[in-house]
């Protein structure tokens, strides 16, 4: 599988449904704010297009966000943070998100900073029951 630079890949064993139930429910429980959950299935019938379940949980915390945007404006591009629930055409169900590490060499953060963008332990609250 294509993994692009600074992005992890995740499998889970739920639907992509349920995954982003879950994922939605373990961030908003660590004090994270959901903004939206994009259904890419659903906005791309609108073009007659047809891919199996898609969607993309755009979410963050102000008081962490904040920070980073106040130092570094151009750190909005990737704020709020993004993470891609799809299933591919064999139906495996899988996660993407940007790692810390990448965040911080991309934004020079310094690593204490960095290290409130990572996921993993969000991700495996939410794959883990």
Known sequence: ???????????????????????????????????????????????????????LILFGNPKVGGKVLSEVAVSGIDLPLKILVWEDTAHNISIAYNTAAYLQERFNLKPEVAKLFDLSSVIQSALND
């Not at 139930?21 to 961030?27: A, E, G, N, T």
């Not at 890419?40 to 047809?50: G, H, N, P, R, Y």
């Open 1 to 55: 599988m294509f993994e692009p630079k600074g992005v992890f890949i995740e499998k889970s064993r739920f639907t992509a449904e349920a995954t982003v139930v879950r994922l939605c429910s373990v961030l908003k429980s660590r004090g994270a704010k959901v903004y939206a959950v994009i259904d890419q299935q659903k906005e791309l019938s609108t073009a007659d297009i047809a891919i199996p379940p898609m969607h």
